[in-house]
Nanobody, 112 residues
Framework: QVQLVESGGGLVQAGGSLRLSCAAS?????MGWYRQVPGKQRELVAA???????NYADSVKGRFTISRDNAKNTVYLQMNSLKTEDTAVYYC?????????WGQGTQVTVSS
């Protein structure tokens, strides 16, 4: 079992920035962030492997940056130039081969 502890999130004005953090209780091959709004499916925002390979949703490319500190088993999501449509609950995801784990979610609200 893997525990994920998320931090960050909150309320910010459009154009502002926030940083999310997620610490895992052990080393994980792939970590990422997903987001979900009511009535819609959870969608990938960004992910990064232990080797540093990344992928992003088209909607956040150029604005969000995912990074990780392997020594701390922690992944970060730096979110810049936030838009109102980025408002969602953001979930940390850890994928280690056949096993997947989710954080409890953290609310990000972007006001106009």
């Amino acid at each position: 079992q893997v525990q994920l502890v998320e931090s960050g999130g909150g309320l910010v004005q459009a154009g502002g920035s926030l940083r999310l953090s997620c610490a895992a209780s052990r080393s994980i091959f792939r970590m990422g962030w997903y987001r979900q709004v009511p009535g819609k499916q959870r969608e990938l925002v960004a992910a990064i492997t232990i080797g540093g390979s990344t992928n992003y949703a088209d909607s956040v490319k150029g604005r969000f940056t995912i990074s990780r500190d392997n020594a701390k088993n922690t992944v970060y999501l730096q979110m810049n130039s936030l838009k109102t449509e980025d408002t969602a609950v953001y979930y940390c995801n850890a994928q280690h081969f056949a096993y997947g784990y989710w954080g409890q979610g953290t609310q990000v609200t972007v006001s106009s």
